[in-house]
């Protein structure tokens, strides 16, 4: 991109005009009548001086025509600063980087770095990856972050925070549970972890210490979903209601699942199902509810109503909400809905060679992903499907030799759990790939089927069936058959990495202050004086000194 700063009717290709920041300056001819820019010269400044207003010489004859150049120059051009273009314009140049470019950008000036730390499209970039985070209770500051951060802070710190996933772990059990585990949901901003099985007890366990905070009563049936976010928590089981609780301002721990000496307005249930509940999912606005009477209800959450309810064909077994839609799964088939119409948009026929047991939706564009009683694991891009055509599964992964009976995504992680007690962990970075279309950000990169990466890691070892699986922050939990929980911590990994950064960040530091005391020594000639004592002490020992460092050259030559 060039910038023509020339006035109005001064036009001559003989002067070029200049744009320039604190750090860098570029000189560039005048634009000519195509557009294009002719003999483009950049040029990098190492002096700690700002970069003034004034004008700029030409690069013809730096001592003869230095003043004339200057005059002439200052006449027809002035310099300009990126940083004095209107604030809507640079706006939106800096809408149209990615996370990277914009990280390069900050690098130039600490001008450019203000405004590129507090630019919204960093808000942009957390959420088409994350979601919205969660919010707390009491107000919140619009336009801000829960903890009062910076976009750009979270953003860099889940981005650093996701790459822990293939470092060093531990592994945490934490038992409680008499019967099997079914459903494990980890709210990773409050370091909570929620668990249910056939026990009938809901368990409320602190994420960091491993430690049982609370349990619930017995409620005499299975627990099949949990779900939560740091405002409501909901569980659904085999008596076809939903329990609900309410957070409780001033708890530490968000939810007093107990029940005993508390407000009872906190808990209360939700009726309308007329089979056992199997899963559930919430949004800031909105219940999502699936059950063996083979519908999927949605509910108003400020009114606690069901206000849509979409039927199948079969029994309902899992289904992940995204924006105004909703996908699920029942037998087979994998179906998506439009929430605000109750129409059906679209439909995957016989997704797997048997049931379609999880579902799983990414906040980037309208991919989903199935794992199915056959073991396999399919991506199915829905952003451009239409109703006279079958929808094809874009990828394939077959880590398991047992029904799939969990999915969860978090960016770029993808984790499934399996019947055969394994694990598998997918990194999907080079499957979702970002557009130039502030429309749809990402979408699906066209790719040789048969040269899809497997698994990147497969946890072993379980010696039973595992039932669900949850990613979030540097944690995976697992629950299972044999009534335990497990938790992977990849914390360690994070330590690690952290710790290698500060080392890197000081050896540059180094480097830098290094650097610019050989400037400084080189600027006031003590190069040059330590060059002519060392030639006078040669001369003074004679020929034999100057023959060993001859004799030192070629043995390093040699080297």
């Known amino acids: 991109m060039a910038f023509d700063c020339n006035k109005a009717g001064d036009y001559s290709p003989e002067y070029p005009s200049s744009i320039c920041t604190e750090d860098t300056l570029i000189q560039a001819n005048i634009l000519t009548k195509c557009g294009k820019a002719k003999n483009l010269i950049s040029l990098n400044r190492l002096n700690n001086q ?20 200057t005059d002439t120059t200052a006449s027809m051009c002035g310099t300009r600063c990126f940083t004095d273009l209107p604030a809507a314009l640079v706006c939106e140049v800096l809408a149209c980087l990615d996370p990277k470019g914009l990280g390069i950008v900050s690098c130039v000036s600490t001008v450019l770095q203000t405004l590129v730390a507090d630019h919204q499209g960093w808000k942009k970039f957390y959420c088409e990856r994350w979601g919205l985070p969660n919010a707390p209770i009491g107000p919140l500051v619009p336009g801000g972050t829960p903890d009062g951060r910076s976009w750009k802070t979270l953003f860099v710190d889940r981005e650093f925070q996701s ?35 056939h026990d009938s007890v809901v368990r409320m366990w602190d994420m960091e210490e491993g ?26 089981g085999s008596n076809a209601y939903i329990q609900c609780w309410r957070a409780v301002e001033g708890n ?62 079969d029994w309902v077994l899992a289904l992940a909400p995204h924006g105004n839609t909703i996908a699920s799964t029942a037998g087979r088939d994998t179906y998506v809905w439009d929430i605000e119409s109750g129409n059906l948009t679209s439909v995957i026929s016989n997704a797997h060679v048997g049931n379609a047991y999880s579902v799983a939706r ?25 109703d006279d055509e079958d929808i094809k599964p874009a990828a394939t992964w077959v880590p398991h030799t047992g029904p799939v009976h969990s999915l969860a995504f978090e960016y770029p992680w993808l984790v499934s759990a399996s019947s055969d007690g394994r694990i598998a962990l997918i990194d999907l970075r080079k499957l979702l790939t970002p557009l130039n279309s502030s429309k749809r950000r990402f979408r699906v990169k066209n790719f040789d089927i048969s040269a899809i990466e497997p698994p990147q890691r497969m946890f072993h070892g379980f010696g039973c069936d595992l039932f669900s699986v949850d990613i979030g922050a540097d944690r995976i939990v697992c629950g299972g058959e044999d009534g335990t929980v497990k938790i992977w911590n990849f914390s360690e990994a994070l330590e690690i990495e952290k710790k290698a950064q500060a080392l890197r960040s000081l050896r540059q530091e180094n480097r830098m202050r290094r650097r610019k005391s050989q400037l400084e020594m080189n600027a006031n000639g003590r190069r040059a004086d330590q060059c002519s004592i060392a030639m006078k002490r040669n001369q003074l020992k004679g020929d034999k000194s100057v023959t060993w460092q001859n004799k030192r050259a070629i043995d390093k030559v040699k080297s």
């Open 163 to 197: 790459k822990s996933f293939m470092g060093r772990f531990s592994v945490d059990v934490l038992r409680g549970h008499s019967e099997d585990v079914r459903t494990v949901f980890l709210l990773a901003s409050a370091n909570l972890i929620f668990t249910g099985g």
């Open 252 to 313: 530490s721990h968000l939810f007093h699942i107990s029940g005993y000496g508390t407000n009872r307005d906190s808990e209360f249930r939700l009726w309308g199902h007329e089979g056992p509940v199997t899963c559930l999912a919430l949004d800031p606005t909105r219940i999502y509810s699936g059950s063996w009477d083979m519908t999927v209800r949605v509910w108003d959450r400020a009114q606690m109503k069901c206000v849509q309810k979409f039927m199948h064909a």
């Open 50 to 69: 700002k970069s003034s207003y004034e004008s700029l010489p030409r690069l013809t004859e730096p001592k003869e025509n230095e003043e004339a150049g």
């Open 211 to 236: 430690l049982l905070i609370d349990e619930s009563r017995p409620f005499g049936c299975t627990i099949r979903a949990i779900a939560a976010d740091s405002r409501l928590l909901v569980t659904g």
């Open 362 to 386: 990414t906040h980037l564009t309208n991919v989903l992903f199935t794992g199915g009683e056959d073991g396999a694991i399919r991506l199915f891009d829905i952003s451009e499907a239409s």
